[in-house]
T-cell receptor, first 114, second 119 residues
Framework: DSGVTQTPKHLITATGQRVTLRCSPR?????VYWYQQSLDQGLQFLIQYYNGEERAKGNILERFSAQQFPDLHSELNLSSLELGDSALYFCASSVVGLSYNEQFFGPGTRLTVL | AQKVTQAQTEISVVEKEDVTLDCVYETRDTTYYLFWYKQPPSGELVFLIRRNSFDEQNEISGRYSWNFQKSTSSFNFTITASQVVDSAVYFCALSEASYNAGNNRKLIWGLGTSLAVNP
């Protein structure tokens, strides 16, 4: 158990809908990262938050948005869903520090868009 | 641009065989980190090892060993005496180094190697 929690574990929805994925980082971790794992593109970085502020964006679609709340949990919002958005979405967190700290991954949310 | 290549898509071995998973990376950074993660059939990502670019010492952890060679930009992973429980997808990843807390240290991933260890 990495200490990172993600809910829900599975999500099945229809095209055009909007969903919210939730992530709670490990206690004390200020950085949260979101990744998407799809069959055709593999694992891709989406976005990073640090202590409530967006720090970096990767291959995140405009239909997707995220935020990190004062209690440090993060939500990834996916709207106008398309079939191609079906994927495993991972959240990771890392501790604050000047040296590198591993990213610990949650169990993922498997999104299926029908 | 940073890139990680895992040329082996699938490998199948018989239990107790040794197997090496290849990883080749590209980066312009002089300081960077390399990682291996394991993704078993249950789907979670399990951290295996981190290596920074200044440390080319090989590392051994039980049946696992890693060979980092900057000259060939490779970071290969060997499992000795493989077991059925080693069956998983293994990912190699790369990250830039940053010494400012909170800076982006996103992981750049290879496409993974699916390892099947058969009894």
């Amino acid at each position: 158990d990495s200490g990172v929690t993600q809910t829900p574990k599975h999500l099945i929805t229809a095209t055009g809908q909007r969903v919210t994925l939730r992530c709670s980082p490990r206690s004390g971790d200020l950085s949260v990262y979101w990744y998407q794992q799809s069959l055709d593109q593999g694992l891709q970085f989406l976005i990073q938050y640090y202590n409530g502020e967006e720090r970096a964006k990767g291959n995140i679609l405009e239909r997707f948005s995220a935020q990190q709340f004062p209690d440090l949990h993060s939500e990834l919002n996916l709207s106008s869903l398309e079939l191609g958005d079906s994927a495993l979405y991972f959240c990771a967190s890392s501790v604050v520090g000047l040296s590198y700290n591993e990213q610990f991954f949650g169990p993922g949310t498997r999104l299926t868009v029908l | 641009a940073q890139k990680v290549t895992q040329a082996q898509t699938e490998i199948s071995v018989v239990e107790k065989e040794d197997v090496t998973l290849d990883c080749v990376y590209e980066t312009r950074d002089t300081t960077y980190y390399l990682f291996w993660y394991k993704q078993p059939p249950s789907g979670e990502l399990v951290f295996l090892i981190r290596r920074n670019s200044f440390d080319e010492q090989n590392e051994i952890s039980g049946r696992y060993s890693w060979n980092f060679q900057k000259s060939t930009s490779s970071f290969n992973f060997t499992i000795t005496a493989s077991q059925v429980v080693d069956s998983a997808v293994y990912f190699c990843a790369l990250s830039e180094a940053s010494y400012n807390a909170g800076n982006n240290r996103k992981l750049i991933w290879g496409l993974g190697t699916s390892l099947a260890v058969n009894p």
